[in-house]
């Protein structure tokens, strides 16, 4: 178990309109809001695109498969982590989508999530030291 103490946390709402990546714009506002780390808490609102990872196999270390969505998708709920590693910023995301209040799809997303409409965040930050 590792416990990590969040120090001087602040609470930010995002919003992003039609066409937003989400990957990109979280990896932005790292950098906008001079953050270390960020929490995203909840996610709500549509995408037009959105890939979802999955494990394969009940091993260890499953390889990854993936599934590429396109149309218009309800965000049921998205959470993650948003972190700074030498020379890049990492966005590792989770979440739900639900395509005309019918058929589920959820798991790690991928790279290439498109707002339709908006996407409305909750963000724990906590700021660069």
Do not use: C
Request: net charge negative; proline share 5%; glycine share 12%.
């Amino acid at each position: 178990m590792t416990v990590t103490p969040l120090v001087n946390p602040v609470h930010l709402h995002l919003k992003l309109g039609p066409g937003a990546d989400l990957f990109a714009s979280l990896r932005e506002f790292l950098d906008a809001q001079n953050l270390e780390r960020a929490y995203v808490l909840s996610t709500i609102g549509s995408l037009r695109k959105v890939v979802v990872n999955f494990p394969t196999a009940m091993v260890d270390e499953p390889e990854v498969g993936s599934v590429t969505l396109e149309g218009a998708y309800e965000i049921n709920g998205i959470s993650g982590e948003v972190w700074r590693e030498p020379g890049r910023i990492r966005v590792h995301l989770h979440g739900s989508v639900t395509r005309e209040a019918a058929t589920l799809y959820g798991g790690g997303l991928g790279e290439g999530a498109v707002v339709l409409k908006l996407a409305e965040m909750v963000i724990l930050g906590i700021p660069k030291e």
